[in-house]
């Protein structure tokens, strides 16, 4: 069965680096997501892509985020600026299209220290 | 925003016994999923069902949206099990909403 790959699935960063998170969405899938998790808490949205652009993102989404679709196939999360509070579980997801099941990848988990 | 509740945050349940899980949320929403996050951190899709009754296995889940919940039944429950269930509402443009989970451990 297709799924979504992430990649690294673990990272430890220095406060003040930057991060990119990489993801495979499933191949004929239209729409993309970047989600996180703090440890122990729910999973909290924060942007989706769709048609090359940003399509909607969440208050967390603030300017040291961005997404980018560099090629037909990868889909990254760059965190520019990296804070202890963004030590979390990152996962990438994706769907065929709006109001379908959405598919989430293993996820990313990205400790700073 | 849509508000997600679960209940009941922490479930103990003996290997063999059955449960019910229950997700009631505050506004219409397109579609509704429930995952199971393993030990391990991923989520695994078990159900997309944005109304009615579905069965997989010794899993089964109904969602009645005019009255905004939606149940998940476990039943002969396994070791297995135990990890963590999120109900999540797909509303507005385009974004999943979660609640904040059921905790369920079952022991052997």
């Known amino acids: 069965e297709p799924e979504v790959t992430q990649t690294p699935s673990h990272q430890v960063t220095q406060m003040g680096q930057e991060v990119i998170l990489r993801c495979v969405p499933i191949?004929?899938?239209?729409?993309f997501y970047w989600y996180r998790q703090i440890l122990g808490q729910k999973v909290e949205f924060l942007v989706s892509?769709?048609?090359?652009?940003?399509?909607?993102k969440s208050e967390i989404f603030d300017d040291q985020f961005s997404v980018e679709r560099p090629d037909g196939s990868n889909f990254t999360l760059k965190i520019r600026s990296t804070k202890l509070e963004d030590s979390a579980m990152y996962f990438c997801?994706?769907?065929?299209?709006?109001?379908?099941?959405?598919?989430f990848g293993e996820g990313s988990w990205l400790t700073v220290v | 925003g849509i508000q997600v509740e679960q209940s009941p945050p922490d479930l103990i349940l003996q290997e063999g016994a059955n449960s019910t899980l229950r997700c009631n949320f505050s506004?219409?929403?397109?579609?509704l999923q429930w995952f199971h996050q393993n030990p391990w951190g991923q989520l695994i899709n078990l159900f997309y069902?944005?109304?009615g009754t579905k069965q997989n296995g010794r899993l089964s889940a109904t969602t009645v949206a005019t009255e905004r919940y939606s149940l998940l039944y476990i039943s002969s429950s396994q070791t297995t099990d135990s990890g963590v269930y999120f109900c999540?509402?797909?509303?507005?443009?385009?974004?999943?909403?979660f609640g904040k989970g059921n905790q369920v451990v079952v022991i052997p």
């Open positions: 069902i944005p109304s």
């Open positions: 191949s004929n899938h239209l729409y």
């Open positions: 999540a509402v797909d509303y507005g443009n385009n974004r999943l909403a």
């Open positions: 506004d219409s929403v397109n579609n």
């Open positions: 997801a994706s769907r065929v299209m709006a109001g379908n099941t959405i598919y």
């Open positions: 892509f769709y048609n090359n652009e940003i399509s909607e």
